[in-house]
């Protein structure tokens, strides 16, 4: 979901109150420090970023009648021209996205900052100072436990990742995997999630980084398992109790997280590791369970199915020596004995199963499968 869904109303104002604040900074002059106290930044030239700024850079332009298309041009060609190449950019969105007020402005320049960073290979980020980075990063780790709206949390947390894809491999930011570990095991239900969040983006991309610390990683996304408080925590899964976190989310209605169960069961199944065999007749017998669940929105009976027809086209071998043909069998004609809808092109419980029988008929022998259709 982009911006513009989450704030219809606030993205094109937001984006201008940026652009107005950074160009209204005042130029050849030398300011106090960012991030507090009177020592400037050495060949900055200028920066002064104390005072009135969020009353004239922000609050006005936020509730300035503007349509989203020209808001959106005007300001983007201003940050584009005149502010993001210089090396107040990173600086100056650093601080509106620690003391706006606004949720809409804050989420907006966590996002322009995350690009800031990355951009042309890391050229401003490495451009600063080591003790200017040291303070952003952390000043970040401190905002992101802090902070109120589930969303901006998220935010920060991929602008941690995207400086922790540099700093890591560079081993310039130690404390982070530390402070990471010790926010998973939080009594804070919010603290733990955005923790496993911040991992997960890093895990990604800088997994060597990691590999002293893997056991005690694994140990800490085990332990998330069990985490009775937070769905959000629990989805981070693996094998022993996935069918247990799906089947928490399912019953929440919350289908972006059963997505995510099932969609990290799927990637299993892809790479084919051995991790899940062993939980393999477990595995199948919930995806058929649950897409035959007439109780449940027909979406969440296909997310089940699909996941079933990844598990016959990954694990023929285990299915056919486990003996599921059968019991998989007899769930899909169940499944597709129910009404269809017209349009053929429209997706329905019962042409997903018919999908998995045709799979399960193309994978494995016909002699393993026909007996199973007409016992």
């Given at each position: 979901m982009g911006i513009y869904e989450i704030f219809p109303g606030y993205i094109a104002p937001?984006?201008?109150?940026?652009?107005?604040?950074?160009?209204?900074?005042?130029?050849?002059?030398?300011?106090?420090?960012?991030?507090?106290?009177?020592q400037p930044f050495k060949g900055l030239g200028f920066l002064?970023?104390?005072?009135?700024?969020?009353?004239?850079?922000?609050?006005?332009?936020?509730?300035?009648?503007?349509?989203?298309?020209?808001?959106?041009?005007?300001?983007?060609?201003?940050?584009?021209?005149?502010?993001?190449?210089?090396?107040?950019?990173?600086?100056g969105l650093?601080?509106?996205?620690?003391?706006?007020?606004?949720?809409?402005?804050?989420?907006?320049s966590a996002v322009e900052l995350r690009k800031r960073v990355s951009a042309g290979k890391r050229k401003q980020w490495k451009k600063l100072q080591s003790s200017m980075r040291d303070?952003?990063?952390?000043?970040?780790?401190?905002?992101?436990?802090?902070?109120?709206?589930?969303?901006?949390?998220?935010?920060?947390?991929?602008?941690?990742?995207?400086?922790?894809k540099y700093e890591l491999p560079e081993k310039a930011w130690p404390q982070l995997l530390g402070l990471l570990i010790k926010a998973s095991d939080s009594?804070?239900?919010?603290?733990?999630?955005?923790?496993?969040?911040?991992?997960?983006?890093?895990?990604?991309?800088?997994?060597?980084?990691?590999?002293?610390?893997?056991?005690?990683?694994?140990?800490?996304?085990?332990?998330t398992l069990q985490d009775p408080e937070s769905l959000e925590v629990t989805f981070q899964a693996m094998i022993p109790q996935m069918s247990v976190v799906m089947g928490q989310t399912l019953e929440a209605s919350?289908?972006?997280g059963a997505k995510k169960?099932?969609?990290?069961?799927?990637?299993?199944?892809?790479?084919?590791?051995?991790?899940?065999n062993s939980h393999l007749a477990q595995l199948v017998q919930f995806n058929a369970t649950i897409g035959n669940n007439k109780a449940l929105d027909e979406s969440q009976r296909i997310m089940a199915l699909n996941c079933l027809l990844w598990t016959i086209k990954f694990k023929k071998s285990n299915i056919a020596s486990l003996e599921l043909i059968k019991p998989i069998v007899d769930s899909l004609i169940t499944i597709g004995a129910e009404d269809k809808p017209k349009d053929p092109k429209d997706d329905s419980v019962a042409r997903t199963a018919f999908q998995c029988l045709d799979a399960l008929s193309t994978t494995l022998s016909p002699q393993a499968v026909f007996p199973a259709l007409y016992a």
């Open positions: 937001a984006f201008q109150a940026i652009s107005v604040f950074c160009l209204s900074l005042p130029k050849n002059q030398i300011g106090t420090n960012i991030f507090g106290g009177a002064n970023l104390s005072g009135d700024w969020a009353l004239v850079g922000l609050h006005g332009p936020l509730y300035t009648p503007l349509s989203a298309q020209d808001g959106i041009s005007l300001a983007t060609q201003a940050l584009n021209k005149q502010f993001y190449r210089s090396l107040l950019a990173i600086l650093f601080k509106i996205l620690t003391t706006c007020a606004t949720p809409a402005v804050r989420q907006l303070i952003i990063k952390s000043r970040l780790l401190k905002i992101i436990t802090t902070e109120p709206v589930a969303i901006m949390r998220h935010a920060i947390a991929r602008v941690i990742s995207e400086i922790g009594p804070v239900a919010h603290e733990r999630e955005v923790a496993i969040f911040t991992l997960s983006n890093l895990m990604d991309t800088v997994i060597n980084s990691f590999a002293e610390s893997l056991p005690q990683i694994y140990s800490l996304l085990a332990k919350d289908e972006s169960c099932f969609d990290t069961v799927e990637t299993l199944l892809i790479i084919e590791v051995p991790l899940i």
